[in-house]
């Protein structure tokens, strides 16, 4: 997927269902452990336009991180929004006790 160039291209998999999936996406952390496969990336299926709003989103939060906190993670991208580390937990609903 994609055009050639220096940048590693895109490779597609299709899983028979979605609990493979799932799966996929929960252990994709794991993978990076293992060696070979540290620069490896698994990620849900995005179209070119949303593969685009993500890396500016990804690029602000570094942008930001560098100029504010001298690269500290403190702003991330969650859900195709920018967050701030502090403000993730005030966003999730209280669940019913």
């Not at 609990?19 to 490896?40: C, D, I």
């Not at 500290?72 to 019913?96: A, C, D, H, I």
């Amino acid at each position: 997927m994609g055009k050639k160039g220096h940048v590693p291209r895109l490779i597609k998999c299709v899983l028979p269902s979605q609990r493979f999936y799932f799966e996929a996406l929960r252990k994709a952390r794991s993978l990076r452990e293992l060696p070979g496969y540290e620069h490896v990336f698994i990620g849900r299926s995005m179209t070119f336009e949303e593969r685009q709003r993500d890396k500016k989103l990804r690029q602000q939060a570094r942008d930001l991180n560098q100029r504010d906190h001298n690269g500290r993670k403190v702003y991330f991208v969650y859900k195709s929004q920018l967050v701030k580390v502090g403000e993730l937990n005030s966003q999730r609903p209280v669940g019913k006790n």
